[in-house]
Structure formats: C-alpha cells, structure tokens
C-alpha cells in the first residue's frame, strides 16, 4: 500500500528524469500541491464520517416508539458506522460474556429490522449502475 502522496512524488521522479532543472522545479511544486488538495480531501471525508457517527444516536433517541429509521451507505467505512451504532443500540449491554444475568442495566433501544443490509436487485443494477456499491439498513425503536 502507498503512503499517502507516494504516488505522486513516483510520478514526479519517473517524468523529472527527462526534463530540464526548471521543469523539475514546477513539477515538485505541483506536486506538492496535488499532496495538500488531497490531505484537505481526505480530512473533509472523516469530518463528515464524524458527523454521522455524531448525530445517528442522536437521531434514534427521537424516534418514538415503533418509528424507523433507514440509512443507505455507499462505501464501506460508513456502512461500518452504521451497522456498528444500530448493534449497539440493539444489545447495548457491557456485562461479560460468561455472567448469566445481566448487572450493568443497559436496556436496549430497539432492534434491527432485517439482520443483513439489504443491497440492490438486478433490475435496480440495470437501470442505475452507480447503486452497485450501495446497502440500505433499517432500525426499529422500540
């Protein structure tokens, strides 16, 4: 796996072998900038990641009882989010694994309507390729 601009500053070797010092000059500096455009794209992503993982507890303390909520994923980092918040709001208990009985008092929120994601049909696959990567989870307040 490369590191983060690796790829980049390979780039930037392969082509500067065949050019002149001040092509080589402009090829580092914009390299250098491709490096900060994607550093600022990758912090934007997680920032928003953040902001899930923030407010869908939020979101499932509203519901009232019996109400839904229904989240679609498009790549795998958020659907972890998702999936690991609606467990633990299902089974929210910390007691160990070998008690009997649990003692920590944590009552669940409610449940997972459906226990795999569900992902798109052929059909839905025909008509819209873009939803491929997609998965739509559901969580019931009880």
């Known amino acids: 796996m490369f590191r983060q601009g690796m790829a980049a500053a390979w780039r930037a070797e392969i082509v500067s072998g065949a050019c002149s ?76 694994s070998n008690f009997p009985v649990c003692v920590c008092g944590n009552k669940p929120k409610g449940r997972l309507v459906v ?6 049909g052929e059909e839905e696959l025909t008509k819209n390729k873009r939803s491929k990567s997609s998965k739509l989870r559901v969580f019931e307040r009880i």
């Not at 509203?62 to 633990?88: A, M, N, Q, W, Y």
């Not at 226990?115 to 798109?120: F, G, L, Q, R």
């Open 21 to 96: 010092r001040g092509i080589r000059r402009k090829i580092r500096e914009k390299i250098s900038m491709e490096n900060l455009l994607e550093i600022k794209h990758m912090r934007k992503a997680f920032d928003e990641l953040e902001v899930l993982k923030d407010s869908l507890d939020d979101m499932i303390d509203l519901l009232k009882p019996g109400g839904r909520i229904c989240v679609i994923t498009f790549h795998s980092l958020e659907d972890r989010i998702v999936k690991t918040i609606f467990k633990t709001n299902e089974n929210p208990c910390t007691c160990p």
């Open 115 to 120: 226990k795999k994601p569900i992902v798109p």
